[in-house]
């Protein structure tokens, strides 16, 4: 069984819970996979840093909570101090490029980084960084279908604005792809 | 139990991605309900939030009320004006629900109260999860009174049992309480609601007949008696104080006798068709872990490390909370070495197990203050201490 721990974060009103809860309806509606998704709720998760986890499994998830993410989606500086120490060796750190200051060179982890800020700004506005980072997520991490992220958009988007956001997830997705070649990485 | 197919207007069919406490409110609007009275409190504000969007489109009432005491009355209220009802709150909600709580019991009205756990006393940990209101469901009123309990442990299950919780309401005509949790009504999972046509539902059942023949009680330890529906033209008396068939004041030694056996029987004496239990491996067990709620599930993933440790070890899930499966527990306690009930409070249900169990195996209680789940480490440990 493969199980998958996923830390979304940034600050309020990036739609990190949004990020979280589109990539969970993906996953357990359209990819026939197990998904668990709790978010914080004390006051921490009102007005600064802002969290929402991810259980993924091929079976049915008991433990809801993650012990170890094994991806940290980290969109603002706050989020990555609070959180790239507890990802293994390995582990999967994406940043928002020009939010996030690195705190190192991070050898151990597989660092991708993106400008989802100013993807978003360039379509338009800046309310879509949170799905040109799960374009991107989706690009380079091997957990969720582009397909699914897409059929999991509508309900969870305004439907004014679905279209945009496909834009946007697309131009995340696309910027992904490009750094894993750059990687000399597969896509999945 | 007379059932007939859901609503669909109601029914939101499909599959979802929604977390414990919107299936609450799914669950009670698939099931009829149509009246909704409560005042928002976390862990629970989801559900009231959920059903007043929905209420429009599906034609119920909703009403925010300036507080839990008013909630319940209202409750009380709609139920005899003919109306499937529910509220939702948690412990400190919960605790001002009590005194009409009592008086629903008393007088016989069905109505569903989701109590979305969190830690306590008093205030305590508004955002964090417990189970620590397993006793108050059932003690909370004064007197003698029986209640029918349910916990689910998923976001499904919400949905699932919210239904079934209706149909229990309706056919013994008691407050059927939900028993969940901070974790489960705020975690997000896959609920797949059914077509309306897959949903059964017991309806309202309301007298119809001659007038001099109308009773709105009818004291013989058994469920399925019709109400009496306020405004329908027949004489009617609801009163908290001890009465009749036909609702009115009898204060007797006699009558209380009639009544109390009744209030007691209806539940505990058809406990068998009440009770739900979800069992694996418990025969041939050594040791049982006997667990409910979201602490259910962090107890699979210990009892699937000691069996791989090569300990025989099963898993009893109380999906009914009240009535207590006395009777099961008795059978497994004079089979196993140890009975180990972990949940989030200082231990509570374990009393119920020990009780059952009279000293015929050892039970272990893992207890916790709350605020968490437990580490699944601490419920393998205590299994391993039990087979010693």
Known sequence: MSTQEIRFSGFGGQGIIRCALITGKALALYDDKFATMTQSFGPEA?????????????????????????????????????????????GTLIVEQELVKLRGEHPDLRLMRVPATRYAEELGNRLFTN???LGFFTAVTNVVTADAMKKALPGLVPERFLKINIKAFDKGYEHGLQMMSQNGEAAS | MKTVTADPKGVDSGPHF??????????????????????????STETAERFAERAPEVGALFIQMEDELASIA????????GQKCMTVTCGPGFSLMVENLGLAAMTETPMVIANVQRGGPSTGLPTLTAQQDMMQAKWGPHGDNAIIALSPDSPQECFDLTVEAFNLSEYYRVPVIILTDETVGHMHEKVVIPPADQIKVVPRNNYSGPKEDCRPYKFDSQG????????????????????NEKGYPVMTVEQSKKVVTHLMEKINGNADDIIRLDEDQVDGADVVVVSYGITSRIAVKAIQDARKEGIKVGSLRLITIWPFCEKRIREISAKVKAIVVPEINYGQMVLEVERSAAGRCKVISVNHCGGAVHDPQVILDAIRKAIQ
């Open chain 1, 46 to 90: 009102r007005g600064s840093a802002c969290a929402a986890q991810l259980v993924v499994s091929d079976e049915r998830v008991l433990y809801p909570y993650i012990t170890q993410p094994g991806i940290l989606l980290a969109l603002s500086q706050e989020a990555y101090d609070k959180y790239y120490s507890e990802l293994p060796k390995g």
């Open chain 1, 131 to 133: 799905l040109v980072a």
């Open chain 2, 224 to 243: 399925g008696h019709p109400m009496v529906r306020a405004g329908d033209g027949y004489n009617f008396h609801i009163t908290g104080l001890t009465h």
């Open chain 2, 18 to 43: 929604m977390d414990g406490d919107h299936a609450l409110a799914e669950g009670a609007l698939a099931a009829g309900c149509r009246f909704f009275a409560g005042y928002p409190i976390t862990p």
């Open chain 2, 74 to 81: 209202a409750l009380i209220g709609a139920a005899w004006a």
